[in-house]
């Protein structure tokens, strides 16, 4: 999707197109959790609650870092004409021409759900609001904040570095100055509920904290692929371990703790909400740099077609949510349903009107 190399990191393309399919997950769960979402099914559970927030920690930070990462290399193997022809071609033309396609087709989706729960009027925006404020990219709000990072990155490569220590990036203590300047931003979060992870930023104008907070991850992306990943890798059991069972569930206890009760504990819950998501980045890549080191057909082929799984799946996956919302069914049948059918159709669409025709050519390259 995002990169054009004679040697693929396999470990690394397969993490990033989990990373991707998470979100099609993610985004089918919300319809059982009690956020009162725009298409809310009758049948919830606090757990898909959880769920969300669990994967809304760490799974765009991990993408960010990811994309940085693979920037960087196409950077040092191509040059900065063949990096921004690339981006064009892969991140900035996708966003041009899907945006006017599925982002009115969503809109339809959620609108005719508002109105079958009697919401429309409410989440309708103000026919005086200026269009800057109103335009929502919804799912494919990561191509723009893609665009305007790779920007950055060319600024930032014309103009003198300092040097790094190999220790302060690629060993554990990189954490130690990782933490405190991706808490900055996250500090700016605001919210009137709960929330493990950054808001939303889905506008054309992004939220300043928002930028700075996935441009860190961006940012470390780039610089780790100078000096490898081989340390931020290691001991990725105890890493996976200590984000999974410790800081998640703690930092939720404070997140709901600091919002209904003591707001001023605001920052404890930000801090082990930024130390569970580095430390998961990091013991993802640490877990598949060990399980994925060798090229599979099958997981190449997951690969290339996550691209396409993810930019299509919103509008089917709200959709389904909807046909079935009446059903009289438990959310822990409706939401394999919905992933079930999802993945089965946007893989059919994949397989025989994308992959080795023109669209797939577009997406992926040759």
Request: proline share 6%; net charge positive.
């Amino acid at each position: 999707m995002l990169t054009s190399t004679n040697n693929r990191r396999h470990d690394l393309d397969a993490l990033r197109a989990c990373a991707m399919l998470l979100g099609i997950a993610l985004h089918a769960a919300l319809a059982y959790t009690t956020f009162g979402w725009a298409v809310s099914d009758p049948s919830q559970s606090k757990l898909f609650n959880w769920f969300f927030h669990l994967i809304h920690g760490f799974r765009m930070q991990l993408f960010f870092l990811l994309s940085g990462f693979f920037t960087a290399m196409l950077y040092q193997r191509r040059g900065l004409k063949a990096l921004l022809s690339h981006r064009a071609k892969r991140v900035f033309l996708p966003l041009v021409i899907f945006t006017p396609i599925l982002i009115p087709i969503t809109e339809w989706i959620l609108t005719l759900s508002r109105t079958r729960q009697g919401d429309a009027e409410k989440f309708a925006p103000s026919s005086n609001a200026p269009w800057l404020e109103t335009f929502n990219f919804h799912h494919l709000w990561f191509l723009w904040f893609l665009c305007l990072f790779v920007l950055g990155f060319v600024l930032i490569s014309k103009i003198p570095k300092p040097k790094l220590q190999r220790k302060w990036v690629n060993s554990p203590r990189c954490l130690i100055w990782l933490i405190p300047l991706t808490l900055l931003p996250q500090l700016w979060v605001t919210r009137a509920y709960p929330l493990y992870g950054p808001e939303s930023s889905l506008g054309l104008i992004p939220i300043p904290s928002v930028l700075f907070y996935f441009a860190i991850f961006y940012g470390f992306g780039a610089t780790l692929y100078h000096f490898g990943d081989k340390g931020v890798a290691s001991h990725w059991r105890l890493k996976l371990v200590l984000a999974l069972f410790i800081l998640f569930p703690t930092g939720m206890l404070f997140e709901w703790w600091s919002i209904y009760n003591a707001p001023s504990i605001q920052w404890l819950s930000d801090l082990l909400q930024v130390s569970f998501s580095w430390l998961m980045i990091f013991g993802c890549i640490g877990f598949f740099r060990e399980k994925c080191t060798q090229s599979s057909p099958k997981m190449r082929y997951l690969s290339d077609a996550s691209y396409w799984l993810y930019l299509a799946h919103l509008p089917l996956v709200f959709g389904l949510q909807l046909a079935i919302q009446d059903w009289p069914l438990s959310c822990w049948i409706k939401f394999p349903l919905v992933n079930l059918f999802s993945f089965s159709l946007l893989l059919l669409s994949y397989h025989f009107l994308v992959r080795g025709k023109f669209l797939g050519r577009f997406l992926n390259g040759k």
